[in-house]
């Protein structure tokens, strides 16, 4: 089995006790020495202070290639713009550009009157400045805002005309629900990388519940599977195998990237980098 190229996906902490975790996390995970680490944006752009600073701090104490999460959501284009000054000002390169989902509680996407109305049109106006590297996310189920699967593919290459370079898909619990996507897109004629979203399951219950919300389909062998693990504590030892099993799956039909959803944990991911022969380049105590 060949070794696949990884990349790491980290929330903002929201307080000094998060900040540590996040500091500790990054650290672990820097060994293995990631294509990128990226760092979400807080639905409705809850966190666009702290994602900013988050990233800007990353970007000049870890020497990782991070990507800042950018997203449409209450702003107008000028204030979203501005964000994406404030990463360029810090030296960051690469964002992952997003509509983005509205704060908790709202009934769906509404645009700001004076802001972004699309994903499209903010990886458009992004790739105008040519400062960035734009990477997007992609659905491998139907997205629950899209009319068809096939409406999300559409939309997919357009994101990539537009001026992105790759896209990460939202997690999903079946490699045949990947492998079907990518022949999918390669028929409609998209080229661009579609890097698998991996989410190794640190909790079923917060897991299957956030699947449910987004349109990621339960294998009910694996509700079967977890719930009973959950039940004689060893939860994480399936969590790992289940992951690992996954990440071999799509290795074997050539996918040569992963990008995992870290929830801020290094444990399970690094079990799983470890299963999959990821070795950690460099001594721990030299990372940041
Ligand atoms: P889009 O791809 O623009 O839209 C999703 C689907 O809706 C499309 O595939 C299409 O079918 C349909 N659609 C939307 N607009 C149109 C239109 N105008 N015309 C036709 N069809 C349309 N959320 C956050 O808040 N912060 C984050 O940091 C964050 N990071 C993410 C990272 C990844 C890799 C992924 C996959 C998702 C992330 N999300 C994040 C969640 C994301 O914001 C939500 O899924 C959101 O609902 C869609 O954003 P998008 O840019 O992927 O949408």
Same mark, same amino acid.
């Given at each position: 089995?060949?070794?696949?190229?990884?990349?790491?996906?980290?929330?903002?902490?929201?307080?000094?006790?998060?900040?540590?975790?996040?500091?500790?996390?990054?650290?672990?995970?820097?060994?293995?020495?990631?294509?990128?680490?990226?760092?979400?944006?807080?639905?409705?752009?809850?966190?666009?202070?702290?994602?900013?600073?988050?990233?800007?701090?990353?970007?000049?104490?870890?020497?990782?290639?991070?990507?800042?999460?950018?997203?449409?959501?209450?702003?107008?284009?000028?204030?979203?713009?501005?964000?994406?000054?404030?990463?360029?000002?810090?030296?960051?390169? #690469?964002?992952?550009?997003?509509?983005?989902?509205?704060?908790?509680?709202?009934?769906?996407?509404?645009?700001?009157?004076?802001?972004?109305?699309?994903?499209?049109?903010?990886?458009?106006?992004?790739?105008?400045?040519?400062?960035?590297?734009?990477?997007?996310?992609?659905?491998?189920?139907?997205?629950?805002?899209?009319?068809?699967?096939?409406?999300?593919?559409?939309?997919?290459?357009?994101?990539?005309?537009?001026?992105?370079?790759?896209?990460?898909?939202?997690?999903?619990?079946?490699?045949?629900?990947?492998?079907?996507?990518?022949?999918? $897109?390669?028929?409609?004629?998209?080229?661009?990388?579609?890097?698998?979203?991996?989410?190794?399951? #640190?909790?079923?219950?917060?897991?299957?519940?956030?699947?449910?919300? $987004?349109?990621?389909?339960?294998?009910?062998?694996?509700?079967?599977?977890?719930?009973?693990?959950?039940?004689?504590?060893? #939860?994480?030892?399936?969590?790992?195998?289940?992951?690992? #099993?996954? $990440?071999?799956?799509?290795?074997?039909?050539?996918?040569?990237?992963?990008?995992?959803?870290?929830?801020?944990?290094?444990?399970?991911?690094?079990?799983? $980098?470890?299963?999959?022969?990821?070795?950690?380049?460099?001594?721990?105590?030299?990372?940041?």
């Amino acid at each position: 089995m060949s070794i696949p190229r990884i990349s790491f996906e980290f929330f903002p902490p929201r307080d000094l006790e998060a900040s540590f975790n996040l500091f500790e996390t990054v650290q672990t995970l820097a060994a293995y020495q990631p294509r990128f680490v990226s760092v979400t944006y807080g639905a409705g752009g809850t966190t666009r202070e702290i994602t900013r600073d988050a990233v800007a701090t990353l970007h000049k104490h870890t020497g990782l290639n991070v990507a800042a999460h950018l997203t449409c959501v209450d702003a107008t284009r000028e204030e979203t713009l501005a964000i994406a000054d404030q990463f360029a000002a810090a030296g960051v390169t #690469e964002i992952v550009a997003l509509r983005g989902d509205p704060p908790k509680g709202a009934n769906g996407f509404t645009a700001h009157p004076q802001g972004f109305t699309s994903s499209v049109e903010l990886i458009e106006a992004l790739a105008e400045q040519g400062r960035f590297n734009i990477r997007v996310g992609a659905y491998p189920e139907k997205h629950p805002d899209a009319a068809d699967s096939n409406a999300d593919i559409d939309w997919l290459k357009r994101k990539l005309d537009a001026g992105a370079s790759e896209a990460i898909t939202q997690f999903f619990f079946e490699a045949e629900t990947f492998l079907r996507f990518r022949d999918r $897109c390669d028929k409609a004629g998209i080229t661009a990388p579609i890097v698998p979203g991996i989410l190794p399951i #640190e909790n079923w219950k917060g897991a299957s519940t956030f699947a449910r919300r $987004c349109g990621a389909s339960i294998p009910p062998l694996l509700d079967d599977a977890f719930t009973k693990a959950a039940r004689d504590g060893r #939860e994480d030892l399936l969590a790992t195998a289940q992951a690992t #099993e996954l $990440c071999s799956e799509l290795i074997d039909e050539g996918v040569e990237d992963l990008h995992f959803y870290t929830l801020n944990k290094p444990h399970l991911t690094r079990e799983v $980098c470890h299963a999959l022969g990821i070795k950690p380049q460099i001594p721990l105590q030299k990372v940041a």
